[in-house]
């Protein structure tokens, strides 16, 4: 998009933005005008998708219907059902921002026919494997009656990569469009490591987030590597022994960190000084989050963790540091 893009998407890539993705909005308002355009948008949509689904007060079918519908407006344009639907549907959200997402959902739409067409093809792509993955998460765990667990580590696998590791490579494809030669590896190369650091920020998530998930029947962790860490009987919530729990968790968050040094491969790999900086605002935070989760009490519960105010603070001055200087060392 243009370096002064019009009022109407400054009216979402501002204040609205800003309300729905709290410290992600640093990066993506850093980002060099010729690309902030498409990922802003497409994150605003792909939010907007993402509401759809995890409203729990709503029956999983009705968000799968919508969900498609989603999916058919980003080929056909929305229609005004769909509109209508998803302004009826934001009434149940609670969230003020992601509320008003939902009700200017006609306005995202517009934006993303303002992209170029190549920028356009390539956000909604992204957008459908999101879509893939939030189906899938719904038809794996339709409700909160009942704990369910992926099977197994291959399902894990698909799905993070289908909702943050397509990410990573969308978000590589469109700056390589938008500002050739702005990394120092091949393209090819950038793509599996923005893919592989997309997956590593949402095995984080997935482990930060795992006491909650467990409260509306969902678990991210593998059955079969619980099963193999001793876990005898059901996966059930809250657990009589957590050590099995720990022992898979703690796999996951080495596999997390392994992912993440790949972020500071990609990291290291753009020369433009706001590249980096927005690249390193999640992979620091996601180091973070990291040490919290490695402080914990490790045969007890796992409880959530945040990064707080000040720690994010912290991040922005780290980062920008480095994005400036070029020297950027993993944590």
């Known amino acids: 998009m243009s370096e002064n893009p019009p009022p109407d998407a400054r009216s979402l890539q501002g204040p609205l933005l800003a309300a729905v993705s709290r410290s992600f909005y640093l990066s993506l308002r850093f980002l060099p005008p010729p690309v902030r355009g498409a990922l802003s948008v497409g994150y605003l949509l792909a939010r907007a998708a993402d509401t759809m689904a995890d409203v729990e007060a709503s029956p999983a079918a009705e968000r799968l219907g919508l969900l498609?519908?989603?999916?058919?407006?980003?080929?056909?344009?929305?229609?005004?059902?769909?509109?209508n639907r998803a302004r009826a549907f934001a009434a149940k959200v609670d969230h003020s921002g992601e509320r008003e997402l939902l009700e200017r959902l006609a306005e995202c739409f517009g934006q993303l026919g303002k992209l170029t067409a190549d920028a356009q093809e390539k956000t909604r792509t992204v957008l459908g494997h999101i879509l893939d993955g939030m189906t899938l998460d719904l038809r794996r765990f339709p409700d909160a009656a009942q704990l369910r667990s992926l099977r197994s580590d291959a399902e894990l696998e698909e799905y993070t990569w289908l909702v943050a590791g397509a990410v990573g490579e969308f978000w590589t494809a469109i700056c390589a469009a938008g500002l050739p030669g702005v990394f120092t590896r091949k393209e090819a190369e950038m793509t599996a490591l923005g893919g592989r650091f997309g997956q590593g920020l949402q095995l984080i998530n997935i482990l930060r987030d795992q006491a909650g998930d467990a409260v509306i029947g969902r678990c991210y962790l593998p059955a079969e590597w619980l099963l193999a860490a001793g876990l005898s009987g059901e996966v059930v919530w809250p657990a009589t022994d957590w050590r099995p729990w720990q022992t898979v968790r703690q796999e996951l968050i080495s596999r997390a960190r392994h992912y993440l040094k790949d972020g500071w491969t990609y990291a290291a790999s753009q020369r433009s000084i706001r590249l980096r900086f927005a690249t390193l605002m999640p992979l620091l935070i996601g180091?973070?989050?990291?040490?919290?989760?490695?402080?914990?009490?490790?045969?007890?519960?796992?409880?959530?963790?945040?990064?707080?105010?000040?720690?994010?603070?912290?991040?922005?001055?780290?980062?920008?540091w480095m994005a400036l200087t070029g020297r950027i060392n993993p944590c």
Do not use: I
């Open 68 to 83: 498609a519908q989603f999916r058919t407006a980003l080929t056909d344009g929305p229609d005004a059902e769909f509109l």
């Open 287 to 320: 180091e973070g989050t990291l040490q919290q989760m490695e402080s914990l009490p490790p045969d007890g519960p796992p409880v959530a963790v945040k990064v707080t105010r000040p720690e994010v603070k912290r991040h922005v001055r780290r980062a920008l």
